[in-house]
Structure formats: structure tokens, C-alpha cells
Nanobody, 112 residues
Framework: QIQLVESGGALVQPGGSLTLSCEASGSIGTYNMAWHREAPGKEREAVGVVTPDGRTMFMDWANGRFSITRDNVKNTLTLQMNNLKPEDSAVYYC???????WGRGTQVTVSS
């Protein structure tokens, strides 16, 4: 089974930027991938998805601030987050939609 490992989570000030990475232990080139997040006391929610050919779709609140890229050779997924807000604080998870495989997550905290 493919394993996913996220990295890049950190404490960042409001208005700042952060890049999260997800490394897969196997080939992800044919799968729809996604980033999700879960804040304390809230349900896990989707951030955005990316198709095998790189097309993306985001939740309304993420549009214009977040972007997803993938490298099907290196089997990596990246979430670029800009203009971060305190309400973006959460654990961010990488997800293989077609296989229902989750990573363990990486913590993002937006605070001054």
C-alpha cells in the first residue's frame, strides 16, 4: 500500500505564506489527489483536488490563495498557501482519493 508523508507545517504570521509537501512511497501518477484539513473541534474538510493531468479545483475559501501542484515522476504533491489567516490553522492531510489513503498530517498554525 502506498504511504503518504506530509511535511512543511509551521507557525506562520497572518498574511504569510507556506508550502506543504507530500511524498508518496509509490506511484501516484494515475490517481486523483487532494489536500484536506482538520481544525480543532471541526470536521475534516477538503481544501482542493488535483487530477492526474494537473487540473485543480478548490473550495471557495481557498480560491486565489491556495494552489496545488504535483510531480508524477517524483510522486510528490505540493500545497502552496498564501495570505494565510488564523482560521487556516489546522492539521493538513494529503489524500489519494481513488485509494482512500491518508497521510498522517502536518500542523499549520497561523498566529501573530
Amino acid at each position: 500500500q502506498i504511504q503518504l508523508v506530509e511535511s512543511g507545517g509551521a507557525l506562520v504570521q497572518p498574511g504569510g505564506s507556506l508550502t506543504l509537501s507530500c511524498e508518496a512511497s509509490g506511484s501516484i501518477g494515475t490517481y486523483n489527489m487532494a489536500w484536506h484539513r482538520e481544525a480543532p473541534g471541526k470536521e475534516r474538510e477538503a481544501v482542493g483536488v488535483v487530477t492526474p493531468d494537473g487540473r485543480t479545483m478548490f473550495m471557495d475559501w481557498a480560491n486565489g490563495r491556495f494552489s496545488i501542484t504535483r510531480d508524477n515522476v517524483k510522486n510528490t504533491l505540493t500545497l502552496q498557501m498564501n495570505n494565510l489567516k488564523p482560521e487556516d490553522s489546522a492539521v493538513y492531510y494529503c489524500y489519494i482519493h481513488d485509494l482512500r489513503i491518508w497521510g498522517r498530517g502536518t500542523q499549520v498554525t497561523v498566529s501573530s
